[in-house]
């Protein structure tokens, strides 16, 4: 895990000569000419558009879609407010919670008869707990103070308090199972949620379809998952099955992406299709549980690395290297230098729709793919590309200035999305990797907890903000009509390695200096002696 955050975060985006994951501070050389199949974009929507915070809010559900969760401010107030604003343990500022005691914060997470707690912050104390307590434990405290503080347990108790409190336990379980369905899948969670939800429906019969369609909806979310993980497995196991060694040229490899897709449209909303339905499976606390450090204040757990279960978003990192992988092996495959330069620039066109879909990873990925060394040295091969189509993605991706240029049409696909009139308009995914650095660094710039012990509260609003926003945007269902063949082929193909993308680049365009030429004869050593 220390090495995929290693690689992760010193990525920004590659330039001529770098592999995916490094650091580079130089600019891309690729640009975007503005697509004429799509004609809202995201620049001008970003012209066009009011402000995030001139939005008007919506009302919310009984479960808020995460756009309607936090205002400018930080977080909603307006909803189910305490009316106990000088908690013991708690320190507010301006009516806005800042600091408290980890006890005090697990008491204002419990309902009790007069209260419930403000939706944004069971989102926000339900992800970041996580950086003081495992999940089971909170939900060992939770259910204790349900059963205890509420008589759950007593038999004689009032029926018409039970009553009214039962419905907000059961909605507190509800978000739970539905936000961090992840959570239970450790038999402990799983045990004691079915244990208090027993004791809220043992009384009414509503409560009880309520609580069993709660419990089958968890756990469709569960198996569902488990298929996931099995499909990524089998497609690893496939596309390593399938690699062969290169020889001095692939020629048993005929098909190529312009043989499977000649649509570099059709391309970009397939791809598009992976990255939604890989975004959907993250969790959101992989992304608090991806930095877990062990608690100062903790001195009897020595498990806490267990909490570091980031299946999901280190598989959604691997599909942007793989896709800059098979990016440069398409274009390195070809023997002459004209199906090159056009491998070259169909991956600008399908860069273009991306971006014009509002998928930044794969765009960024196929950037990343062209920047590779192997593929940046091929220069007769550039030559006959048009260099006039690379400025504006040039100007768009360029890393300087903290990626400014991106965080603006990012902004702009992002209120797009707000006032989408049609389902394709709603699609924002993000460049994953600078989002897992913007919030590691968040992470790191603030400390967990204040000098009297207290939970800096401050620090996770900004967290669950971060975090919520992506929630939105994982959401979406992808409108673009499923290519089975495309699809297959974009997660299966086989992909050189980088020495065998070097020697592919070497026989294309014979080496230019010593290094090089001692370089090609190893690899022609190494490689095809293995045949």
Not at 62 to 68: G, I
Request: aromatic share 10%.
């Amino acid at each position: 895990m220390a090495k995929f955050l290693a690689k992760l975060l010193g990525c920004t985006l590659p330039s001529k000569g770098a592999s995916p994951m490094c650091e580079s501070k130089s600019h891309s050389r690729v640009g975007l000419k503005s697509s004429t199949k799509q004609k809202t974009t995201i620049l001008s929507t970003l012209a066009s558009e009011k402000s995030l915070s001139d939005c008007k809010k919506e009302s919310m559900p009984q479960t808020p879609p995460f756009s309607a969760m936090f205002d400018s401010s930080g977080y909603n107030r307006n909803l189910y407010q305490s009316a106990e604003d000088s908690c013991g343990g708690l320190y507010y500022h301006d009516n806005n919670l800042l600091s408290g005691s980890l006890e005090a914060l697990i008491q204002h997470l419990v309902p009790n008869v007069d209260y419930y707690p403000d939706r944004t912050y069971i989102f926000t104390f339900l992800l970041s707990s996580r950086l003081f307590m495992h999940p089971y434990e909170l939900m060992a405290k939770v259910c204790h103070l349900c059963v205890e503080h509420q008589r759950l347990s007593d038999p004689s108790g009032d029926k018409n308090q039970i009553r009214k409190i039962a419905p907000k336990i059961l909605q507190l379980l509800t978000e739970w199972t539905e936000t961090f369905p992840y959570d239970f899948r450790d038999e402990r969670m799983m045990r004691n949620l079915k244990d208090l939800a027993h004791r809220i429906a043992s009384g009414e019969e509503t409560y009880r379809k309520n609580v069993q369609q709660m419990i089958q909806c968890l756990i469709r979310k569960l198996a569902a998952l488990s298929q996931y993980e099995e499909v990524l497995a089998k497609i690893s196991s496939t596309s390593t099955d399938r690699l062969t060694v290169l020889k001095t040229k692939p020629q048993s490899i005929q098909r190529d992406i312009i043989t499977v897709c000649s649509d570099p449209y059709t391309l970009a909303q397939q791809l598009t299709h992976i990255e939604l339905e890989r975004l959907n499976y993250i969790g959101p606390e992989e992304f608090v549980q991806a930095f877990v450090q062990k608690d100062p204040l903790d001195n009897d757990k020595s498990c806490y690395s267990e909490r570091k279960k980031t299946r999901n978003l280190e598989a959604y990192v691997e599909w942007f290297n793989r896709l800059s992988y098979l990016v440069a092996t398409e274009i390195c495959m070809p023997v002459k230098k004209k199906h090159r330069a056009r491998m070259i620039e169909y991956f600008i066109d399908v860069a273009r729709e991306c971006f014009n879909i509002g998928n930044f990873n794969s765009l960024m990925a196929i950037i990343s793919g062209m920047n590779m060394s192997p593929v940046s040295r091929l220069k007769k091969t550039w030559a006959k590309v048009k260099t006039a189509k690379f400025d504006v993605l040039e100007h768009q991706m360029d890393p300087s200035s903290n990626f400014y240029n991106y965080r603006t049409a990012l902004r702009g696909a992002a209120q797009r999305s707000l006032t989408a009139h049609s389902s394709r308009e709603k699609i924002v995914i993000p460049f994953f990797s600078l989002l897992i650095k913007d919030i590691y660094f968040l992470n790191e710039g603030c400390a967990n907890r204040l000098p009297n012990g207290h939970v800096n509260f401050e620090k996770f609003w900004e967290l669950a903000k971060q975090v919520s926003e992506f929630m939105t945007w994982k959401q979406v269902e992808c409108p673009f009509e499923r290519d089975r063949k495309i699809l297959q082929y974009l997660l299966t193909v086989s992909v050189f390695s980088e020495d065998a993308l070097y020697l592919a680049s070497y026989e294309s365009e014979g080496p230019e200096n010593h290094i090089e030429k001692d370089r090609w004869k190893s690899l022609r050593s190494s490689l095809l002696g293995r045949v």
